[in-house]
Structure formats: structure tokens, C-alpha cells
């Protein structure tokens, strides 16, 4: 029951993820100039990656609650960094895609497993 539930749990997870990803961060919203300091944005808009980080910690908690947090920050983070370096491999001729890949593979290895780690340590405290 228990391999059962952690190969299930981990596919369900690791299809919330892309699917996050998918739903927040396969469109761009464009780059963006500032007309006054001529500076560039984008090409996300800050309020698409506050809802992929939201929606990531809700799974990462989630997740850290029912499976081992070693699990959860590893498909995590493949779920999410594969199509993120995907798409910006496919957009990016400066080759920079790949110091891009490394840092979300960096910071969803972190927030996932600080955020599932504290949900599991929950879970055990409450019983």
C-alpha cells in the first residue's frame, strides 16, 4: 500500500506541477519598456509568478503532508524546471536559458523543500 501510494502521489504531483507551470508560465505576457528609465520586464508579469510560487507552495505543502519530503522536492522540481528550460531553450538564442534553468531548479529545490518539510513536520507534531 505504501509503494501504491507514494508512485500514485507522486505522479499526481508531478502532473500538478507541470500542469502549474502550464497554467501560469507557459504564456508570456510580454517584455515590457519603461518609457522614463528605458529599462526592460518581462517576460512574465510579477502577479503570473506570484501565483506559480503560490500554487507551488499549496502543492509542496500538500505533498509534504502525505509523502516523504525527498520525493516531493525532487519531482518538484523536475516537474516544474523540465518545461520551464524547455520553452526557454526554445525562445532564447542567447544561450542564457540554462542560467535561468539552474536557478528555478535551485529555488524550487529550496521552497519545496522547506515548504514540505514544514508540512510534514506538522503532520508528525499533530499526530
Do not use: C, K
Request: proline content about 2%.
Amino acid at each position: 500500500m505504501t509503494t501504491r501510494r507514494t508512485l500514485l502521489g507522486g505522479l499526481l504531483l508531478a502532473l500538478a506541477t507541470a500542469g502549474a507551470w502550464v497554467a501560469w508560465l507557459s504564456w508570456e505576457s510580454g517584455w515590457t519598456v519603461d518609457p522614463q528609465t528605458g529599462d526592460m520586464s518581462g517576460p512574465y508579469a510579477v502577479w503570473q509568478v506570484a501565483a506559480a510560487v503560490l500554487t507551488l507552495g499549496a502543492l509542496a505543502a500538500v505533498g509534504g503532508w502525505w509523502l516523504n519530503i525527498w520525493l516531493v522536492a525532487t519531482v518538484m522540481t523536475v516537474a516544474f524546471t523540465v518545461p520551464w528550460a524547455m520553452h526557454a531553450a526554445s525562445t532564447d538564442d542567447t544561450g542564457l536559458w540554462a542560467v535561468g534553468a539552474a536557478l528555478v531548479a535551485i529555488g524550487t529545490t529550496i521552497g519545496t523543500t522547506l515548504v514540505g518539510g514544514a508540512a510534514g513536520w506538522l503532520r508528525r507534531r499533530t499526530g
